[in-house]
Structure formats: C-alpha cells, structure tokens
C-alpha cells in the first residue's frame, strides 16, 4: 500500500484503516481525485494503489456508465451523505463482468463553511447474503406457483363432472328408448360428442400443468425456430384447421426447459389458430425481437378479436370473451400462460381489434451474455 498521510490524520488509526475489512476510499476535489483507498476496496475493484491520485471517473469509467459518478458528485456539491443497501454493481475484473451488491456509503466530509472537502467512501460486499435471500424468495415463489397450479388442476379434473355427466345421461337415454326418430338420435350424439371434446380439452390442460409443476429453471438456450414450428403442425393437427397459415419471421433463442417453453406458444398458438378458424384463410404471424433488457415475442392473428372492455378479464381462470362462445375452449390457456410467464420473470400484454385480430406479446428477461 502507498504510504499516504491525511491532514490531521492520525498514523496509527490510517494503519488500522489500512487493513479494515470493509472497504473505504477518500476522495478529494471536485474531480473526485481518489485520495485514499485501502487493500479491501482494491480488491474488490480489482485495483492496485496506482489508481490514487487519479480521478474517479478517468479510472472507473464503467461505473461512470452506472451512474455511480452522478451519485458521488452529488454528494459533493450537495455536502448530503449518500447510502446505499444491497445495490447492484457490474464489476470488471480481468475483462470479465460480474453483477455483485453492496452496502455502501459516500458520507460527506465539509468543512466550518459547511463546504464539502472530502467524500469517504465505506462499502461492505454483501453479494452472498443477496444471493442466499434471492434463493429463499426463488423457492418461496415456486412453493407459490406450484400451490396455484395444484389449485388449477383439481379444478379441472373438478370440471371433468359436467361433461361426464352429459355423456353418461345421454348414452343411458339412447339405451331406454328402443325406436329413437334419427333426428333425435343425432341430435345426442352431438351433444356426448361434444362432451367428449370437452373432455379432451380438460384433461390435456391437465397434463400442460402437470409438466409446468415439474419445471425446473434453466438458463441453457432453446432453438426456437424447432419448437415454433413443431407446434404450429401440432396445433393445426389438433384443432383440424389445415388451410392455416403461418408467417414466421425472426426467432431469437429463449432460455428456459423446451417443453415449458412448446406448452407456452402451444396454448398461444392454438388460440390464435381457434379465433381466426372462421376467416377463409386464418393467417397467424409469429416475429421476435431484441431489446437492451428483453427477448420480445409477438404473435398475431387476424380472428374475432377482444372486446376492449375485457382485455383486462383475460387472464382470470375460466374466463372466455362474450364473442367466443362458439369456439371451442375450456378458458384455462391464458390463464396458465400468466402464471409461466411471470415464473419467468417475464409479462405479456395483449392488444386486440374487434373483428380484426389480437397480438399477443411476451417479454422475456435477457441474459447480459446473450447477445
């Protein structure tokens, strides 16, 4: 360490200061001229004590671009002490970043005039107690997600009585009645048909929150061109719309579990594929795009719409639009879809035109190493 004497300083307490295990630093003038700094701040600066006599910002210019320059030259001109808790800060150490968090404190140091002369800087790495509280919020969130997911599934396998019920008394009552008119023969073979596919609707919601349940986070990266057009084919399979058309532009990678991630755009999808079946070509369109902090997914449609007065309804469990009801759904699929998005950490907004079409958007959070 250089061996730097401060006015009126006391040798023996600079030593002790020396060697704290908290991190301090002294800056002088306006320039912020780094006065003083012990081998703790060093370190985690991943400095050596040529930087004193240089001005913050020149050897720092990175936490200049995080605003930790603006903090302390307003505690200079200000003479009003700063303090900080668990504040994040992207550290650079050998060309790599880190995000690390720390306890700081730029305390002003002002003279009779009530002029600042010198900022002390005391700053404590508080990076493992951030990172053992945001493991702890982590599970408490999953035990939350999974809690509503369980709720979910015992309300459709709930739901499952209706139409059981339905196809049960209609196949009792085609049996009682030995010279039935054909009409009306037809007339409950629709009717347990449509039990039936409503059955099938409620047990493969059933399933996708199962898989969902069972979700571990994962930060590898998921080639989404596969998964998007593996479900595009399920999706027109399934529902029997064969002449839909999908326009797919630009897929950037997601993190996350593929299967999550197919149960995602598939409920997505298959929405958008359903309320445009009406139109004499259903045209779906699937893009994405980056921004500084998310992985921007949008899929459009040009089918019935929303009205606008119940955008805000949709993500309530069992809710169907008052135009949908003679299309085929259970109302779970946004439902679910809310709650993966947000355990990912991400937000969907939809926009809607009535008879026009809907867009869906999803954000999700970007890795800063994702490029």
Same mark, same amino acid.
């Given at each position: 360490?250089?061996?730097?004497?401060?006015?009126?300083?006391?040798?023996?307490?600079?030593? *002790?200061?020396?060697?704290?295990?908290?991190?301090?630093?002294?800056?002088?003038?306006?320039?912020?001229?780094?006065?003083?700094? !012990?081998?703790?701040?060093?370190?985690?600066?991943?400095?050596?004590?040529?930087?004193?006599?240089?001005?913050?910002?020149? /050897?720092?210019?990175?936490?200049?671009?995080?605003?930790?320059?603006?903090?302390?030259?307003?505690?200079?001109?200000?003479?009003?002490?700063?303090?900080?808790?668990?504040?994040?800060?992207?550290?650079?150490?050998?060309?790599?970043?880190?995000?690390?968090?720390?306890?700081?404190?730029?305390?002003?140091?002002?003279?009779?005039?009530?002029?600042?002369?010198?900022?002390?800087?005391?700053?404590?790495?508080?990076?493992?107690?951030?990172?053992?509280?945001?493991?702890?919020?982590?599970?408490?969130?999953?035990?939350?997600?999974?809690?509503?997911?369980?709720?979910?599934?015992?309300?459709?396998?709930?739901?499952?009585?209706?139409?059981?019920?339905?196809?049960?008394?209609?196949?009792?009552?085609?049996?009682?009645?030995?010279?039935?008119?054909?009409?009306?023969?037809?007339?409950?073979?629709?009717?347990?048909?449509?039990?039936?596919?409503?059955?099938?609707? *409620?047990?493969?919601?059933?399933?996708?929150? =199962?898989?969902?349940?069972?979700?571990?986070?994962?930060?590898?990266?998921? =080639?989404?061109?596969?998964?998007?057009?593996?479900?595009?084919?399920?999706?027109?399979?399934?529902?029997?719309?064969?002449?839909?058309?999908?326009?797919?532009?630009?897929?950037?990678?997601?993190?996350?579990?593929?299967?999550?991630?197919?149960?995602?755009?598939?409920?997505?999808?298959? !929405?958008?594929?359903?309320?445009?079946? !009406?139109?004499?070509?259903?045209?779906?369109?699937?893009?994405?795009?980056?921004?500084?902090?998310?992985?921007?997914?949008?899929?459009?449609?040009?089918?019935?719409?929303?009205?606008?007065?119940?955008?805000?309804?949709?993500?309530?469990?069992?809710?169907?639009?008052?135009?949908?009801?003679?299309?085929?759904?259970?109302?779970?699929?946004?439902?679910?879809?809310?709650?993966?998005?947000?355990?990912?950490?991400?937000?969907?907004? *939809?926009?809607?035109?009535?008879?026009?079409?809907?867009? /869906?958007?999803?954000?999700?959070?970007?890795?800063?190493?994702?490029?």
């Amino acid at each position: 360490m250089q061996n730097i004497s401060m006015n009126n300083g006391n040798a023996n307490l600079l030593d *002790i200061i020396a060697h704290s295990p908290q991190g301090i630093a002294v800056y002088e003038t306006a320039d912020l001229k780094i006065r003083f700094v !012990n081998q703790s701040m060093l370190t985690v600066w991943g400095m050596d004590d040529r930087i004193v006599g240089q001005n913050f910002a020149d /050897v720092f210019p990175a936490f200049t671009e995080q605003g930790f320059t603006d903090l302390l030259l307003n505690v200079w001109h200000s003479g009003v002490t700063y303090r900080a808790t668990a504040y994040p800060a992207d550290i650079i150490i050998d060309g790599k970043s880190e995000t690390k968090y720390f306890d700081f404190e730029y305390q002003a140091i002002v003279d009779a005039n009530g002029q600042t002369v010198a900022i002390l800087h005391t700053s404590t790495d508080v990076t493992p107690r951030k990172r053992a509280l945001q493991m702890i919020e982590e599970k408490e969130a999953l035990i939350s997600f999974n809690k509503d997911l369980e709720t979910l599934t015992h309300t459709l396998s709930h739901d499952l009585r209706n139409p059981l019920g339905v196809a049960k008394m209609g196949t009792q009552f085609m049996r009682s009645k030995t010279n039935m008119p054909s009409a009306e023969v037809h007339k409950w073979c629709d009717a347990i048909l449509a039990s039936i596919s409503s059955m099938e609707s *409620i047990i493969n919601h059933t399933l996708r929150v =199962n898989q969902v349940r069972i979700y571990e986070s994962s930060t590898d990266y998921v =080639n989404m061109p596969e998964i998007i057009d593996m479900v595009c084919t399920e999706v027109k399979s399934f529902l029997e719309i064969p002449h839909a058309i999908f326009r797919i532009k630009e897929l950037h990678p997601l993190p996350g579990d593929k299967s999550l991630l197919q149960q995602l755009f598939f409920s997505l999808i298959g !929405n958008a594929v359903r309320y445009s079946s !009406n139109k004499d070509q259903p045209i779906i369109e699937i893009n994405s795009e980056l921004t500084d902090t998310h992985t921007v997914y949008h899929i459009k449609d040009n089918g019935i719409g929303i009205p606008e007065a119940e955008l805000s309804q949709l993500f309530e469990l069992f809710y169907r639009g008052s135009n949908a009801q003679d299309f085929q759904g259970t109302g779970v699929g946004l439902s679910l879809v809310n709650k993966i998005i947000k355990r990912l950490g991400g937000r969907i907004q *939809i926009s809607s035109t009535l008879d026009r079409g809907t867009t /869906v958007s999803l954000q999700f959070p970007r890795e800063k190493s994702n490029n």
